[in-house]
């Protein structure tokens, strides 16, 4: 069992930058695969980013590609997403997910832990 706890969300305005972290409990997080969605008002459940348990596969959707960056450290049992130029489009509920050799980091399905998560705003 893993529990996962995301904080650092906010409001922030349109070009600005928020770092989120998501925390994990237990001694095996680095077994993990790791994974950031979010989902605004209205609309699904959308991937943003993906790290492997290693940090070698790292994936990003193409509409944060180039200005968020996900990083992991497994001694302090935390993934990171650094947030930088954002927009009123990446205005959502960010959430982090763990699951175990994941192959398609952009299906919600194949997670088998997710945070409570944290409510990004970012006004015009």
């Known amino acids: 069992q893993v529990q996962l706890v995301e904080t650092g969300g906010g409001l922030v305005q349109a070009g600005g930058s928020l770092r989120l972290s998501c925390a994990a409990s237990?001694?095996?997080?680095?077994?993990?695969?790791m994974g950031w969605f979010r989902q605004a008002p209205g609309k699904e459940r959308e991937f943003v980013t993906f790290?492997?348990?290693?940090?070698?596969?790292?994936y990003y959707s193409d509409s944060v590609k180039g200005r968020l960056t996900i990083s992991r450290d497994n001694a302090k049992n935390t993934v990171y997403l650094q947030m930088d130029s954002l927009n009123p489009e990446d205005t959502a509920v960010y959430y982090c997910?763990?699951?175990?050799?994941?192959?398609?980091?952009?299906?919600?399905?194949?997670?088998?832990?997710w945070g409570q998560g944290t409510q990004v705003t970012v006004s015009s």
């Open positions: 997910a763990a699951g175990l050799s994941i192959s398609r980091a952009d299906r919600p399905n194949n997670y088998d832990f």
């Open positions: 790290i492997s348990r290693g940090g070698g596969r790292i």
């Open positions: 237990g001694r095996t997080f680095s077994t993990y695969d």
